[in-house]
């Protein structure tokens, strides 16, 4: 199997790149999560006081979301933030995410990874150096580059807890 980062033909050169970064992450994330079951998708840990995988990837498809309107240069749409959020609820942490099918949480995140090759292809190369803002406290700005950037290791990063919650999950259903 042959693995490189090349964008679609209809995209920049450096776009089409930092595009398969976070197309590549999205790809690795369905086959990390393949064959995970309903409990195990909300399965919080040891202690029951982690992040469950649902919570993980709602966020990851949360951000990801807010980075298509970022780059597009324009607001996240009232509807999108009912549908995808919060960010964070009242107490600063990730929104409780149960009962949700993985099914359900990969086919939204399939719906933003689209928007975001659809935003992808209006790019050009120079388009990269625009700045941004972003954060939900204190505001930042980025470049567009570092922000396609941060969406592929942002969900590379999250990944690492989904199979940190794997491995405790088959740990905990071998001693039962």
């Not at 393949?34 to 195990?40: A, D, F, L, T, V």
Request: charged share 20%.
């Amino acid at each position: 199997m042959l693995f490189d980062l090349k964008g679609d033909s209809n995209m920049s050169p450096t776009v089409g790149i930092l595009y398969s970064t976070v197309k590549e992450n999205s790809q690795r994330l369905q086959l990390i999560t393949n064959g995970m079951s309903q409990e195990e998708i909300d399965y919080k840990g040891p202690n029951n006081n982690f992040n469950s995988t649902a919570q993980l990837i709602k966020h990851i498809m949360f951000v990801d979301l807010n980075w298509v309107y970022r780059i597009k240069g324009e607001p996240l749409p009232h509807s999108c933030k009912k549908q995808y959020g919060p960010m964070i609820d009242a107490n600063n942490k990730l929104p409780m995410v149960k009962g949700m099918t993985l099914n359900t949480l990969m086919s939204n995140y399939e719906g933003v990874l689209k928007m975001l090759k659809e935003t992808c292809t209006q790019l050009k190369d120079a388009d990269l150096d625009r700045v941004v803002t972003f954060g939900h406290e204190n505001e930042k700005q980025s470049t567009i580059r570092w922000g396609l950037w941060h969406m592929a290791d942002h969900n590379r990063y999250h990944q690492a807890h989904i199979i940190q919650l794997r491995k405790w999950y088959n740990d905990s259903s071998l001693s039962k």
